[in-house]
């Protein structure tokens, strides 16, 4: 149909994995108590706390952290819990599915959760190695975000200042580009933001607020203004492309 795709589950699911995604926080509880391994894997790499964080569930997530999961476990796309959690924090509206509420249904909210990560060693700076599974429909698939790209990196696309500005403070580097040279001001700035064949442009809609708030956080770091990518495009043609519409469907 040309809609979106997803991968259909491969079975070899753990007991901590279906607490996870039903946020069973007192399953979950028991299962740690009893020696469950928190770290396994499903066939695509996944672990109990990805699975969590996919799902909005923040707290069972923050109960694995407590209870000794690894936070720098990667699927096999190179996607951690905290590039998960910046996804997200972001995922855009499409149909056929309800939008995600703003914050966890639970206690842990989204930035909570980015510091308790941290706290518990997680890598800010952990790259993909290729664009992440569509484990929800989404239009906003990664296309640009791919090999190399960091939870820095998905923030600053989506102008998602909050998580930025954690990230920042805790260790994320700025200066690390994706695959094809591209960084975390081009992404803020609007490189690559067009909807490409097929996509509603409409449904490109990162918050231009929050947007400018990641230019200037990038730029007070001493961000090159004039650094281009593979294509010769900096952050100025990205600001420039935005402006004359890209995003809202005028253009």
Do not use: C
Request: net charge negative.
């Amino acid at each position: 149909s040309g809609g979106p795709n997803m991968p259909f589950p491969r079975g070899g699911w753990t007991a901590a994995m279906y607490a996870a995604r039903q946020n069973a926080t007192a399953a979950l509880r028991v299962l740690a108590d009893k020696g469950a391994n928190l770290n396994l894997q499903d066939p695509q790499g996944a672990t109990a706390m990805q699975i969590a964080i996919i799902n909005l569930h923040y707290d069972a997530a923050a109960l694995l952290l407590e209870k000794g999961a690894d936070p720098n476990v990667a699927d096999e796309t190179g996607m951690t819990a905290l590039y998960a959690l910046a996804n997200m924090d972001t995922l855009g509206w499409i149909q056929g599915r309800p939008a995600p509420p703003l914050e966890s249904n639970g206690e842990v909210d989204a930035a909570a959760l980015v510091n308790k990560l941290l706290d518990r060693g997680a890598n800010p700076n952990a790259r993909l190695a290729k664009a992440i599974l569509k484990r929800h429909h989404d239009f906003q698939a990664e296309r640009v975000l791919t090999e190399g790209a960091t939870p820095l990196m998905r923030a600053a696309r989506y102008g998602d200042a909050r998580l930025a500005r954690i990230l920042l403070a805790r260790g994320a580097d700025p200066t690390l580009t994706a695959k094809d040279g591209t960084n975390a001001l081009m992404f803020a700035a609007g490189v690559n933001l067009a909807a490409v064949r097929g996509e509603d442009p409409s449904l490109l809609h990162p918050s231009e607020e929050g947007s400018i708030e990641i230019i200037n956080l990038l730029l007070d770091r001493g961000m090159d203004v004039n650094a281009a990518n593979e294509q010769g495009l900096t952050a100025l043609h990205g600001a420039v492309q935005r402006g004359q519409g890209v995003g809202n469907g005028s253009g």
